[in-house]
Nanobody, 120 residues
């Protein structure tokens, strides 16, 4: 069973930076994708950035393009989300996911989430 653990959330002032980490372990199948979603109370979880093994490479939500960067350490099976120029609207719980491919099927495991609060 895949375990996904996020870390790095916290309180930061507007304009500041924060880096989230996400480590996946326990996968017995092929890596398919890893990425980040975020959610604020009362709203749906929305995609932020992801990294896939296919031709899509890295993708970003329009709201974070140019400010956030996702990267992956293959050896550690870890993805990072470098967040710069943070805004109050970036405040959310950030969830990491890990997709593994088993033949024609893809299975997703989620982390428990980490709170990011952007406030002065």
């Amino acid at each position: 069973q895949v375990q996904v653990v996020e870390s790095g959330g916290g309180l930061v002032q507007p304009g500041g930076s924060l880096t989230l980490s996400c480590a996946a372990s326990g996968s017995s199948f092929s890596f398919h994708a890893m990425g980040w979603y975020r959610q604020v109370p009362g709203k749906q979880r929305e995609p932020v950035a992801d990294f896939s093994s296919g031709g899509a490479g890295t993708r970003y939500a329009d709201s974070v393009k140019g400010r956030f960067t996702i990267s992956r350490d293959n050896a550690k099976n870890t993805v990072y989300l470098q967040m710069n120029s943070l805004k109050s609207e970036d405040t959310a719980v950030y969830y990491c996911y890990y997709d593994e491919r088993q033949g024609d099927m893809v299975f997703r495991a989620w982390g428990q989430g980490t709170q990011v609060t952007v406030s002065s």
